[in-house]
Every structure is written in structure tokens, then in C-alpha cells.
């Protein structure tokens, strides 16, 4: 029994020590599109305009924010922006251009809604919110 304890003591140390998340440790500008959906909230560093096609969830970020937020870290339980639209069959997109100060992680099982996205980042202070074009859906 005392060494199955060790064991199980051992494996989850080695656990937790690969699930660490790694990223930036000092805050910093971020500047990109952000395309806000619910249950999705892609964020496309250094972009300037709309992707033509939905960016690979694990090739973007995951922009913990919500665009109905007065500060970073209020909860927002639903908005007028996490509707979804019947006539066009999907959660409307809504495209921002973004400047914040924020940090990046990076979660080896992934980060966001269902840790589909290959990072995340959150933002410590929004410095620029403006839309970025009407609200839209990929593929309709």
C-alpha cells in the first residue's frame, strides 16, 4: 500500500509539472481582430481586417473577454450578442479590432470553450474596442 501511495504521489507531481501553463509573464500590448461569437471568442494577433475563412481554432487565440465587459474579469452571463440568428442558421460573428494590455497562456490541453484554441489571452486593461464590420456568419 505504501508504495502504491508513492506512486500515485510521484505520477501526480510529473502531472501537474506537464500541465502547466507557459506564456507571457509580463504584460504587454496585444493589437489584432477579434471575431466574438457565442462560445467562441477567436483573437487573430497583428491582423488588421476580417480572415476570409474562420481561422483554425489551434492556430488562433481565445480572447477571454466579452464585449459587453466594462472591465476585465466582469462576468457577463448572455448578451444581445450571443443570440442565434435563425434566418441565417448560426451564432452571428461579431468583428472587432482590438488593443489591450494582456497576457498569453498557453495550456498544453488547450484553452477556451472546449480547449479547442491554442492559447489563450487575457486581457489586464482594453485600451481599444471599435467593430470591425457588421455582425456575420462563416460559410452562410
Known sequence: ?????????????????CSRN????APREFTGVWLYEFEGS??????????????AY?????????????RPGQFVELSDKDSYDERRRCYLIYPFIVTF??????????????????S?????RMTSSKPLGRPFCYGS
Open 58 to 70: 489551434m492556430k488562433a487565440a481565445w480572447l477571454d473577454y466579452h464585449p459587453d465587459q466594462q
Open 101 to 118: 494590455i494582456g497576457r498569453r497562456t498557453i495550456n498544453p490541453h488547450g484553452s477556451g470553450h472546449m480547449g479547442l484554441w491554442a
Open 22 to 25: 507557459v506564456g507571457d509573464t
Open 1 to 17: 500500500m505504501k508504495r502504491f501511495l508513492t506512486e500515485v504521489l510521484v505520477f501526480g507531481i510529473a502531472l501537474s509539472a
Open 42 to 55: 477567436t483573437f487573430i494577433e497583428g491582423a488588421t481586417r476580417i480572415p476570409s475563412k474562420r481561422p
Open 120 to 124: 489563450e489571452v487575457k486581457p489586464d
